[in-house]
Nanobody
Framework: QLQLVESGGGLVQPGGSLRLSCAASGFTLDYYTIGWFRQAPGKEREGVSSISSSGASTNYADSVKGRFTISRDNAKNTVYLRMTSLKPEDTAVYYC????????????????????WGQGTQVTVSS
């Protein structure tokens, strides 16, 4: 059974930092492109960041560029999203997703490119 489990969400003050983790089971993550997506109430799901199977390529939405960093540790079968300088508008449920190994940068933040999804973790940025 292929599963992705997000963790690390919670309540953080504006300007604070948080690190999300996406742990895979049932498959080896090193064969997959991984994306992070988020969905706020009343908003469409938004691609946040992605990383190629090897970690050589990354992509970020303009809204998070310079503030968020995606990384992966294939030995631990885990992908991370470090979020800094958090803003209230970052508040959302964050999902990780696994897609094909072949990485196309322009498609890597498109939800339809991904096959497996986690259940999400809530991130709330508020004072």
């Amino acid at each position: 059974q292929l599963q992705l489990v997000e963790s690390g969400g919670g309540l953080v003050q504006p300007g604070g930092s948080l690190r999300l983790s996406c742990a895979a089971s049932g498959f080896t993550l090193d064969y997959y492109t991984i994306g992070w997506f988020r969905q706020a109430p009343g908003k469409e799901r938004e691609g946040v960041s992605s990383i190629s199977s090897s970690g050589a390529s990354t992509n970020y939405a303009d809204s998070v560029k310079g503030r968020f960093t995606i990384s992966r540790d294939n030995a631990k079968n885990t992908v991370y999203l470090r979020m800094t300088s958090l803003k209230p508008e970052d508040t959302a449920v964050y999902y990780c997703a696994a897609g094909p190994k072949y990485y196309i940068n322009s498609y890597s933040l498109v939800a339809g490119m991904y096959n497996y999804w986690g259940q999400g973790t809530q991130v709330t940025v508020s004072s």
